[in-house]
Nanobody, 125 residues
Framework: QVVVVESGGGLVQDGGSLRLSCTTVGRTINTYAMGWFRQAPGKERGIVGAIDGRGGNTYYADSVKGRFTISRDNAKNSVYLRMDNLKPEDTAVYYC??????????????????WGQGTQVTVSS
């Protein structure tokens, strides 16, 4: 069984920064495609950023491009989402998801196999 654990959410002011962390129990994710998604109330879950299984390629949604950075630390079996210049419209529950072994970039939820419980990010204006 694979358990995905996110952390790092919280309340921040407009223009602030947060770093979300994701790690797993039961599987080493160093060579797995990973994704960060978010879901705001009344909206569908959508991609924020993704990193491929080899760690060399990343993808960002247009709304966060230039502000968010996804990275991985294999020694810590972790993936991170650094969020800078946060805006109120970034308020959502953020989810980490595990994709396929050596997988390429994937942007839709049904292409991921394991999900965390989510961490709330609230940006106040």
């Amino acid at each position: 069984q694979v358990v995905v654990v996110e952390s790092g959410g919280g309340l921040v002011q407009d223009g602030g920064s947060l770093r979300l962390s994701c790690t797993t129990v039961g599987r080493t994710i160093n060579t797995y495609a990973m994704g960060w998604f978010r879901q705001a109330p009344g909206k569908e879950r959508g991609i924020v950023g993704a990193i491929d299984g080899r760690g060399g390629n990343t993808y960002y949604a247009d709304s966060v491009k230039g502000r968010f950075t996804i990275s991985r630390d294999n020694a810590k079996n972790s993936v991170y989402l650094r969020m800078d210049n946060l805006k109120p419209e970034d308020t959502a529950v953020y989810y980490c998801a595990v994709g396929s072994f050596l997988g390429s970039l994937r942007t839709t939820p049904n292409e991921y196999h394991y999900w965390g419980q989510g961490t709330q990010v609230t940006v106040s204006s």
